[in-house]
Nanobody, 121 residues
């Protein structure tokens, strides 16, 4: 059984910073990539950033230059550093892992439960 757990969400003022963490645990054979998604109130979930097993990173334009994704490969953790936060960054942030749980298992997306980030004065 694979489990992803996010932490670090909270309330911050515009222009502030916040760091999110996500830990993957359980039966994990290999992780191809990990990433972050977010879902603003009343809107659909959107992709914001991904980091691959070769440490390649991609970001949606709206967070480029403000958010940084990183991984601890030994601990199966992924992080999201957020600076210069804006009210439009307010959303539930979800961690995702694209992984195999065993050698013969297919690559599958696994999701965390989400953590609330609120940017408001």
């Amino acid at each position: 059984q694979v489990q992803l757990v996010e932490s670090g969400g909270g309330l911050v003022q515009p222009g502030g910073s916040l760091n999110l963490s996500c830990a993957a645990s359980g039966n994990i054979f290999s992780i191809q990539s990990m990433g972050w998604y977010r879902q603003p109130p009343g809107k659909q979930r959107e992709w914001i950033t991904t980091i691959s097993d070769l440490r390649r990173t991609d970001y949606v334009d709206s967070v480029k230059g403000r958010f940084t994704i990183s991984r601890d490969y030994a601990k199966n953790m992924v992080y999201l550093q957020m600076i210069s936060l804006k009210p439009e960054d307010t959303a539930v942030y979800y961690c995702k892992a694209f992984l195999q749980s065993s050698f013969r298992s297919p690559l599958t997306n696994y999701w965390g439960q989400g953590t609330q980030v609120t940017v408001s004065s």
